[in-house]
């Protein structure tokens, strides 16, 4: 049954993920979620009372914390995630007059947008940015013995605020997500339909899918334009 219903939906829509994408983002969500929650329990002195157990609640989330890298790390394996982390990399003069339109009109503009838009761009680059900073910061709180006392005290500083940051920013990333479910649709599944992709990201060209060995491929309507 599930193989039918894959099957229908490469026929109807577009690859947008491979299963190794899917899962490298569901697991980067698991992850994510645990140390939001466990940082909560951490902070606010209700929600410690109620969970308790402070040691292994600090367990959880150094080692949820981590181990956020690893699923970036062995989505490497996967050709099409190092196709997309490329694009998610890279600025072109779309994505620069996608932002400009977005300040002046405060409004998303699909026709500047090709595979990702520049506010997904810029959420991913902050995302693996805060990760780093949370992770060596986290570090120094971890081993408090390797490092001098301003150092730790400069590293909780920066942990403590830019955890408040990154609680606001998904925030406003799963507001978002929530408003477009074909997006979401697409993460579950790795597809979404040709309308959604005309509308919402008109400049993405999809590579068209690689034919069966001893068949001839023929012109294929997205040939001959750079994939973005």
């Known amino acids: 049954m599930m193989t039918r219903l894959h099957e229908s939906r490469a026929v109807t829509g577009l690859r947008r993920f491979t299963r190794a994408e899917t ?9 994510m979620v645990v140390c939001v929650l466990t940082a909560a329990c951490l902070y606010f002195p209700p929600l410690a009372e109620i969970v308790g157990r402070r040691r292994l609640v600090v367990t959880v989330h150094e080692w ?13 394996v996967s050709r099409a995630f190092r196709a997309d982390a490329g694009r998610l990399g890279r600025f072109f ?12 009109t405060r409004r998303r503009q699909p026709s500047l947008a090709g595979k990702f838009n520049a506010g997904q761009k810029l959420f991913a ?11 060596g910061t986290g570090l120094l709180m971890w081993f408090p013995r390797l490092s001098p006392l301003v150092w730790r005290t400069g590293a909780t500083f920066v942990h403590d605020w830019l955890a408040l940051l990154i609680g606001v920013v998904i925030t406003g990333h799963v507001y978002l997500a929530s408003k477009d479910p074909e997006a979401r649709r ?16 008109a400049l993405w060209r999809p590579e068209p899918p690689a034919p069966p060995t001893g068949a001839d491929p023929g012109p294929g309507p ?7």
Do not use: K, Q, Y
């Not at 899962?23 to 992850?31: I, K």
């Not at 997205?222 to 973005?228: F, H, I, N, V």
């Open 222 to 228: 997205l040939t001959g334009s750079r994939p973005e």
């Open 93 to 104: 003069p779309h994505d620069w007059r996608w932002l400009r339109a977005l300040v002046r």
């Open 186 to 201: 697409g993460l579950r599944t790795g597809h979404v339909p040709r309308w959604w992709a005309r509308e919402e990201h």
């Open 23 to 31: 899962w490298v983002h569901r697991s980067l969500n698991c992850l």
């Open 125 to 135: 680059a902050f995302t693996v940015g805060a990760v780093l900073v949370m992770i």
């Open 64 to 76: 949820s914390g981590i181990l956020l890298p690893v699923p970036i790390v062995a989505g490497l």
